[in-house]
């Protein structure tokens, strides 16, 4: 039986992702940083691992207790939106340390035991908005556009050492909480200039009228990092969505 290592798994794309590759046989080790707020349903080939991917203890303890595994999701991440202007200094920190950082340092924990095996599999998730430059996310989009060229630049590193790596790109997705809780940070912040209103407002405004657009749903992403896992020639870039999709195009 497979395994799988999946980190932010306790909503969204994670959570799903989690969902299915149980659902396909594999064994599935889910971690979150407050595992008590997960919502996955019991399994014998389930284990729930509590991992903080910006503290390298924690890292390292969840690698140590999940063993030997055959695949790594690097999902965790989290959402900001505003002008670079009102983005305060620890708060793009701590973007950088969860989505970039984090990512770099999963990979960093696992790959010695994939490369002693000489097989294995590391999928990250990034996002669509590094296909296209939009206002309010400068410091979010800098982050995942860093990990779209780790993983391309990684993906030739290991390959000779047997190892596979491969990037999801999701789209959109009004499903999740993740745009909401970037929302909800920009406004909790209060260090927006007023000067940048005029343009939230009409990047909101943009984002209501194309409430009705297709955009990304969890299963897109799910089959985006299943076919990333189970397929050794898929491409190492894996758009997710149909709004990803279209940028892509």
Known sequence: MKTVM???CSSGFGRETAHHFIAQGWSVVATMRKPEHGALPASERLRILPLDVTDPVSIRRAVEDAGPIDALVNNAGIGWMGPLEGTPEEMIREIFDTNTF?????TRAVLPQLRQRKAGVIV?????????????LPVYTASKAAVNAFTECLALEVAPLGIRARLVLPGRAPTT???ANARTRMSASGSTPDAYQPIAKQVFDAMNAAAEEPVTEPADVVAAIWRAVTEPDCPIVQPAGADALALVA
């Open 102 to 106: 984090g990512t770099m340092e999963m």
């Open 6 to 8: 999946i980190t932010g």
């Open 124 to 136: 990250n998730v990034s996002s669509s908005t590094t296909l296209k430059a939009l206002p309010l």
């Open 177 to 179: 909480r993740f745009g």
